[in-house]
């Protein structure tokens, strides 16, 4: 896993899902805590650039990088 | 040998030599020639310049540019200095450092072009939301403000703020020699963009407000206490002290040698940090003073309230403070000579 995702602080806006340059995040299927379709990420596709990271408004991404 | 340079060019290359490597602004007079300047330099030095399409985006741009642990810097002139206020305010919820450059020009709303010292209120209490200070320095030659500049940025990166320099235009637009100390290079502090959320202070998640305010309280009681600055002369005997900064305050230390010439017994005291206010120059004081004197260049008076508030922490609590204001204009010797004579003659009355 390149980059770990916290589902629960997603509102769906699909910031990342319209900026990341490999086209692996979307929306999930699954209805969270919060009510929202939060986003999940294609761990094949993801190159863990981290563009996601910097344009979310609600810090839901981290990247592991080695740690991942 | 030291070289005739235009004040708003010292600033810039001061900037530079205390190690800033990135500055981002939008151009107002009397300020401009700071980025005029750099807008060659900077690219000389392999530094980052950028001119905003505002006050507004040039100061959030600081923002990110501290946070990513670079010694940054803007400038600009009063009424574009209230457009940074929001970010100065985030940047000092996030304890980021940064120096803003604010060349005074006179008034309120636009203002005028012409110098003062108008903004002493906005620049010494915050300016935006919340109850956060910057350390405030205020030169009064070209030469000091090479020395504020590069103490400026250390006092940032020691206490996690930001710095104002708070000058005039009449500075920013003079000449005169200056000399500057060799390039400085600076570590980058650790980058807040990193991937992760290890700072906490630049994320809102993890965050307990409340300790950081009574940590942030500590802080500044230690700046207080720690760094204060000025120059005085002639307190121990003083009937008079009169008190200015900047440019001003060249002029009183003027008007005090004549004054001393002519028997009268006066001191000053110029603060130099006008946040912290130098409260310790006051215990130097003759305790049988008979008033203080501030003077300034605005209309309504401003200093005049900081140093009635430092006496009344003293056995000096009743002692009367009047106040002359200049409007935008530095007073000259001779006016200041005249000013002080209508106070030992009783012509004019104290404000506190």
Same mark, same amino acid.
């Given at each position: 896993?390149?980059? =770990? ?5 997603? =509102? ?9 340059? =490999?086209?692996?995040?979307? $929306? ?16 094949? #596709? ?14 839901? $991404?981290?990247? #592991?990088?080695?740690?991942? | ?8 060019? +010292? ?32 690219? !000389? ?13 040039? /100061? ?20 574009? /200095? ?8 985030? /940047? ?7 120096? *803003? ?45 090479? !020395? ?6 250390? %006092? ?8 104002? %320099? ?16 060799? /390039? ?63 440019? *001003? ?38 305790? *049988? ?14 200093? +005049? ?5 430092? %006496? ?38 104290? +404000?506190?």
């Amino acid at each position: 896993m390149k980059v =770990k995702v916290r589902q629960e602080r997603c =509102k769906e806006c699909g910031i990342c899902v319209a900026n990341c340059p =490999k086209k692996a995040i979307s $929306f999930s299927e699954e209805i969270s805590v919060t009510g929202y379709r939060p986003v999940v990420v294609n761990d094949e #596709l993801c190159i863990g650039c981290g563009i996601c990271y910097t344009m979310c408004p609600d810090w839901v $991404f981290e990247i #592991l990088g080695d740690r991942g | 040998m030291e070289d005739m340079i235009k004040g708003n060019h +010292v600033f810039a290359e001061a900037a530079l030599r205390a190690g800033a490597r990135f500055y981002a602004g939008y151009p107002i007079t009397p300020s401009t020639e700071i980025m005029e300047y750099l807008s060659t330099r900077m690219d !000389e030095v392999g530094g980052v310049y950028i001119q905003a399409e505002s006050e507004q985006a040039s /100061m959030n741009i600081l923002t990110g540019a501290s946070a990513s642990g670079v010694r940054c810097f803007t400038a600009s002139s009063s009424v574009g /200095m209230t457009l940074k206020q929001e970010a100065i305010s985030h /940047m000092a919820d996030s304890d980021l450092p940064f120096l *803003a450059i604010n060349v005074v020009r006179y008034g309120n709303g636009l203002g005028n072009l012409q110098t003062g010292q108008s903004d002493y209120y906005r620049d010494t209490r915050g300016g935006g939301s919340g109850d956060y200070r910057n350390f405030v320095l205020s030169p009064y030659s070209l030469q000091e403000s090479v !020395e504020l500049i590069a103490h400026a940025f250390d %006092l940032g990166d020691k206490y996690g703020m930001g710095a104002i %320099l708070h000058t005039e235009a009449s500075l920013g637009q003079m000449m005169e020699p200056c000399s500057f100390p060799e /390039m400085k290079t600076v570590e980058r502090r650790p980058g807040a963009i990193d991937g992760t959320h290890s700072q906490e202070r630049i994320s809102p998640l993890f965050r307990d407000r409340f300790a950081e305010a009574l940590e942030m309280k500590e802080r500044y009681k230690r700046a207080i206490e720690n760094e204060q600055m000025w120059k005085d002369e002639y307190l121990e005997d003083a009937d008079y002290v009169l008190v200015a900064y900047g440019l *001003a305050g060249r002029s009183v230390m003027g008007a005090v040698e004549k004054l001393r010439a002519e028997g009268h017994k006066v001191g000053f005291i110029r603060p130099i940090t006008l946040w912290p206010f130098p409260e310790k120059a006051f215990a130097k004081v003759n305790p *049988a003073v008979k008033g203080y004197i501030s003077m300034e260049e605005n209309a309504a008076g401003q200093m +005049v309230d900081d140093i009635a508030l430092t %006496l009344k922490k003293t056995e000096q609590r009743d002692k009367p403070v009047y106040c002359f204001t200049y409007a935008s204009s530095i007073p000259t010797l001779k006016r200041i000579k005249s000013d002080f004579i209508k106070v030992t003659n009783g012509e004019v009355k104290e +404000v506190y």
